[in-house]
């Protein structure tokens, strides 16, 4: 994501570029080789006869799916409330479209669709401002997910049905997640330039990348901070709507389940979804959680003492979602892009 900003700075980094598509690449065969075992593991007429049973109800499926988008399109509006003045929640929400759409396809840990935030904001915010939002939302995401996490576990150690081979895993995913958060945080704090300025010391292509863009890393940590400074109600709204849209995933998975003729009640789906954000959280690296989504549905799901198929048809269901929802932002992205060629269309576009 921040790569975008810094785009082009200095010469000598091709080696660096290689090693992360490399990396990418691998990444992806992991993923795709471990959701394909699963798949076959289980047998694939098996988990097509389980698919069967959804017919009209994989509609209500992606209604949540768009409820859960909508509410994080509000934690991204509300804490850039005066630079999004004027602009209709319409369109914001399907900028958000397209960039959780292009997260889905794109293999690049869930933050090659924020590029298009980025570009399709660039009419009305400067780089540093969209790229400081878009920041400050995804941080608000996964911190949000700690709370989530936190009432997840509590919920199934209240209710008796917290897995003892979980315990260990919540831990770590909560642990993982929350030391991320303050290793940003102070990153933050101590000043991303200095920092930045002492990480690349042994590695002079980036050091020499830092040095040339210190001005627009000092322009883009001012950004944050102020955004950082917004007044707390502004704050626990962003954090709120980021929990409400988790929430949908908890109405998913029961809709789900019971679909599948799994009779699991919301305080279960609640600690499985828990458990699954930490999960995704922790392999955000994963381009798509592909085959890890879907095995830590499994995983959970038969670890409550539910059959271990309902737990992957969970997984499959949802990817297949997501898979729709890519094919239509694809197409809104091409319509926006269109639009964007045109800049008395877009803007028009853009407040209606």
Same mark, same amino acid.
């Given at each position: 994501?921040?790569?975008? #900003?810094?785009?082009?700075?200095?010469?000598?980094?091709?080696?660096?570029?290689?090693?992360?598509?490399?990396?990418?690449?691998?990444?992806?065969?992991?993923?795709?080789?471990?959701?394909?075992?699963?798949?076959?593991?289980?047998?694939?007429?098996?988990?097509?006869?389980?698919?069967?049973?959804?017919?009209?109800?994989?509609?209500?499926?992606?209604?949540?799916?768009?409820?859960?988008?909508?509410?994080?399109?509000? !934690?991204?509006?509300?804490?850039?409330?005066?630079?999004?003045?004027? %602009?209709?929640?319409? #369109?914001?929400?399907?900028?958000?479209?397209?960039?959780?759409?292009?997260?889905?396809?794109? &293999?690049?840990?869930?933050?090659?669709? +924020?590029?298009?935030?980025?570009?399709?904001?660039?009419?009305?915010?400067?780089?540093?401002?969209?790229?400081?939002?878009?920041?400050?939302?995804?941080?608000? +995401?996964?911190?949000?997910?700690?709370?989530?996490?936190?009432?997840?576990?509590?919920?199934?150690?209240?209710?008796?049905?917290?897995?003892?081979?979980?315990?260990?895993?919540?831990?770590?995913?909560?642990?993982?997640?929350?030391?991320?958060?303050?290793?940003?945080?102070?990153?933050?704090?101590?000043?991303?330039?200095?920092?930045?300025?002492?990480?690349?010391?042994?590695?002079?292509?980036?050091?020499?990348?830092? *040095?040339?863009? *210190?001005?627009?890393?000092? !322009?883009?940590?001012? *950004?944050?901070?102020?955004?950082?400074?917004?007044?707390?109600?502004?704050?626990?709204?962003?954090?709120?709507?980021?929990?409400? !849209?988790?929430?949908?995933?908890?109405? *998913?998975?029961?809709?789900?389940?019971?679909?599948?003729?799994?009779?699991?009640?919301?305080?279960?789906?609640?600690?499985?979804?828990?458990?699954?954000?930490?999960?995704?959280?922790?392999?955000?690296?994963? &381009?798509?959680?592909?085959? %890890?989504? +879907?095995?830590?549905?499994?995983?959970?799901?038969?670890?409550?003492?539910?059959?271990?198929?309902?737990?992957?048809?969970?997984? %499959?269901?949802?990817?297949?979602?997501?898979?729709?929802?890519?094919?239509?932002?694809?197409?809104?992205?091409?319509?926006?892009?269109?639009?964007?060629?045109?800049?008395?269309?877009?803007?028009?576009?853009?407040?209606?």
């Amino acid at each position: 994501m921040a790569a975008s #900003f810094f785009k082009n700075a200095a010469n000598g980094n091709g080696g660096s570029h290689i090693l992360q598509n490399a990396l990418k690449s691998v990444l992806v065969l992991v993923g795709f080789a471990l959701f394909f075992y699963l798949i076959f593991s289980m047998g694939i007429g098996t988990i097509v006869a389980q698919l069967a049973h959804f017919g009209w109800w994989f509609a209500a499926i992606c209604a949540l799916g768009v409820l859960w988008l909508f509410f994080q399109t509000l !934690a991204w509006r509300e804490m850039q409330r005066e630079q999004f003045a004027g %602009v209709s929640i319409f #369109f914001l929400f399907n900028v958000k479209f397209i960039s959780d759409a292009l997260n889905t396809l794109l &293999p690049s840990a869930n933050l090659g669709g +924020e590029t298009a935030r980025l570009y399709f904001t660039s009419r009305f915010l400067s780089k540093k401002e969209a790229l400081a939002g878009i920041m400050v939302d995804k941080t608000f +995401e996964y911190a949000g997910g700690i709370p989530f996490m936190v009432v997840g576990f509590l919920i199934g150690w209240a209710g008796g049905f917290f897995p003892k081979s979980l315990i260990l895993p919540a831990f770590l995913c909560l642990g993982i997640t929350l030391a991320g958060i303050l290793v940003f945080a102070g990153f933050l704090l101590q000043g991303m330039h200095s920092v930045l300025a002492k990480v690349t010391f042994l590695v002079p292509p980036l050091r020499r990348l830092v *040095e040339a863009k *210190e001005k627009q890393i000092h !322009a883009l940590e001012h *950004e944050l901070r102020q955004l950082y400074a917004a007044p707390w109600p502004r704050v626990l709204a962003a954090w709120g709507f980021h929990f409400l !849209a988790r929430v949908t995933g908890v109405f *998913e998975v029961i809709l789900v389940l019971r679909a599948l003729h799994v009779p699991v009640g919301f305080f279960q789906a609640f600690f499985i979804t828990a458990m699954v954000t930490g999960v995704n959280t922790v392999f955000f690296l994963m &381009p798509g959680q592909w085959g %890890v989504a +879907e095995g830590s549905h499994q995983f959970i799901v038969h670890s409550m003492g539910f059959p271990s198929l309902a737990g992957l048809s969970l997984g %499959v269901i949802k990817r297949i979602r997501k898979l729709v929802f890519a094919a239509i932002g694809l197409l809104m992205y091409s319509f926006y892009r269109a639009k964007m060629n045109d800049p008395a269309a877009f803007m028009k576009k853009k407040h209606g």
